[in-house]
């Protein structure tokens, strides 16, 4: 599925709340170091604070992550919240290697919630994900996740 291919249909709602997923380049390993993962996981509050936006849930996996995004009153479209928290990790994570390498995919995936949805239910799908990929057998031993709900 090429890039324009997911932007087809995509909406961006002031307020709205969307479940996001985007993978690392040619889904390459590299969140299980755990300096690179602290890294991008401090990138979250700033991309909060940057775009007034808030990630209720999130789990960063070795080579992706996945969050549960409400966009904020102040304007800033879906595709720009998520640029900007992959364009900020890419180089906070570059600046950490002493690289300048490509960090992300290209695009994102999102669905948009809807009012009627069960976000605690989302969340769990969300933080569970390291339980399915057998990365842990808690989740409350794994150290890359937040959310709100749980």
């Known amino acids: 599925m090429s890039w324009n291919d997911l932007r087809k249909g995509r909406l961006s709602q002031c307020g709205g709340e969307y479940f996001i997923t985007f993978t690392t380049f040619k889904r390459q390993v590299l969140f ?6 602290r890294v991008f996981c401090q ?3 700033l991309n909060e604070q940057a775009c007034s936006c808030r990630w209720f ?17 102040s304007g800033i479209d879906l595709s720009s919240v998520v640029g900007r928290l992959k364009g900020s ?7 950490c290697k002493g690289k300048s390498s490509k960090v992300w995919q290209p695009s994102f ?42």
């Open 32 to 37: 299980d170091d755990f300096d690179l993962a």
């Open 109 to 150: 995936y999102d669905i948009a919630l809807r009012h009627e949805d069960n976000r605690k239910e989302i969340a769990r799908y969300i933080v569970a994900n390291p339980l399915r990929k057998m990365l842990t057998q808690s989740v409350k031993n794994y150290p890359y996740w937040n959310s709100d709900f749980l």
């Open 89 to 95: 990790s890419a180089y906070a994570l570059n600046r």
């Open 57 to 73: 849930t999130w789990v960063l996996m070795p080579d992706h992550f996945h969050g549960l995004l409400r966009l904020g009153g």
């Open 43 to 45: 990138q979250i509050a």
